[in-house]
């Protein structure tokens, strides 16, 4: 390390002793990458991991991915404005912890990057193709993806992130033999990664009850029927009367986020000032130490219930699922078939990864407006 990179590592690492809490996760305590690199003269590592996945293909295909909503108008929210609302939510919850910001943006923005087209349907069907082959799983291909599939660097593939965002990813893998990385086996989440969880969940029940509005597939007369969100009513319309629809569906949404906000802070606070932690890994150790009350989370239970069942489940909603399931397999079943008609990236991993995990990867990648431009140059129409 000469003299330029020891000044700056020097100048993050004071700035977070000044800032962070004992308990957060510090640059200089960071295990590195799997690609040693000099430090950077002004940004710290978790810094740099945020910005490369910012600047990353995969990340601005985020705009053309479905959230929930495929195919009802340009409002609802996209897989990019999902996952800028979560790092907005988590950012301030880590900022009142005392919680490493870089580090926590950074797993928020990587966090649905592995998301196919066409949102949960996109998903499943693509775990289906794969069922005989391991199966698909979004979070495991957002490794993937930082890992092996995007190039920007000369020197090596991915984006050679740091061992905490990546560790921070596996977590949340469904599938356990990708929980752990060599070293890991046994270790907790950081309280970082724990925040960006809290934030996930806060950010979709929110944002989905406000574009069901929206689109008219439930009203707040009906959502009323939930405690949480009669709650959240009654205090809105104490404070500002009448207000017209669209402003009284608005203004429930933003207070929906901040009751959560506010009991995952209030809750948290609690469980750590039980603790006298020096150190991230102290905390990691306890295990879940962020996250609401008990009689929070039964109430968010009742709401995502009632989502599933009023909202994701709506007529409308299933059929567009099932039309987009068909093409999903239609275009797999031809891709698997002829690999040659993928792109060159692709048919040379079909000898490390195999021809079907190549052509799911392959279509994975894809945003909606660009799987419908394939499938209709091979197969017409996607009516």
């Not at 893998?173 to 990385?181: L, R, T, V």
């Not at 009203?219 to 104490?238: C, F, G, K, M, W």
Request: charged share 30%; net charge negative.
């Amino acid at each position: 390390m000469n003299v330029e990179q020891r000044t700056a590592w020097l100048a993050t690492a004071e700035r977070e002793d000044a800032c962070l809490a004992p308990y957060a996760m510090r640059s200089h305590d960071s295990l590195g990458r799997k690609h040693p690199e000099e430090s950077h003269p002004y940004r710290g590592c978790f810094q740099r991991d945020r910005d490369r996945i910012v600047h990353c293909s995969a990340y601005r295909r985020l705009s053309g991915k479905t959230q929930v909503f495929t195919g009802m108008g340009d409002y609802h929210r996209t897989r990019l404005t999902h996952t800028l609302e979560v790092a907005s939510i988590a950012r301030t919850m880590g900022r009142v912890l005392g919680l490493n910001e870089d580090l926590v943006e950074a797993m928020a923005m990587l966090h649905d990057i592995g998301h196919p087209p066409f949102g949960h349907a996109g998903e499943d069907t693509l775990d289906e193709c794969l069922a005989e082959h391991g199966g698909f799983s979004h979070n495991q291909f957002a490794l993937t993806l930082v890992e092996e599939l995007e190039s920007r660097y000369p020197d090596n593939p991915g984006l050679n992130l740091s061992a905490e965002v990546l560790e921070g990813q596996r977590f949340r893998s469904a599938k356990p033999e990708h929980s752990a990385a060599p070293g890991e086996q046994g270790r907790r989440p950081l309280l970082e990664a724990q925040i960006v969880e809290a934030a996930d969940s806060i950010t979709y029940d929110a944002h989905d009850t406000d574009d069901a509005v929206k689109l008219g597939m439930v009203t707040l007369d009906e959502l009323a029927e939930i405690p949480l969100v009669a709650r959240s009513l009654e205090i809105v319309r104490q404070r500002h009367g009448d207000l017209p629809p669209s402003m009284l569906r608005k203004t429930l949404v933003r207070h929906l986020i901040d009751e959560q906000v506010g009991c995952v802070l209030q809750a948290s606070l609690a469980k750590l000032a039980e603790h006298d932690f020096r150190h991230a890994d102290e905390a990691r150790a306890v295990g879940n130490l962020i996250g609401v009350s008990s009689e929070l989370a039964a109430q968010k239970k009742e709401l995502e219930d009632f989502l599933y069942q009023r909202v994701y489940r709506h007529p409308s909603i299933i059929d567009v699922r099932k039309l987009a399931q068909s093409r999903l397999k239609k275009l797999f079943t031809a891709y698997r078939d002829q690999p040659r008609m993928m792109p060159r990236t692709f048919r040379e991993r079909t000898e490390q990864v195999g021809v079907e995990r190549c052509v799911v990867e392959c279509i994975a990648g894809m945003t909606d407006r660009f799987f419908d431009m394939k499938y209709e140059e091979l197969f017409g129409s996607v009516a």
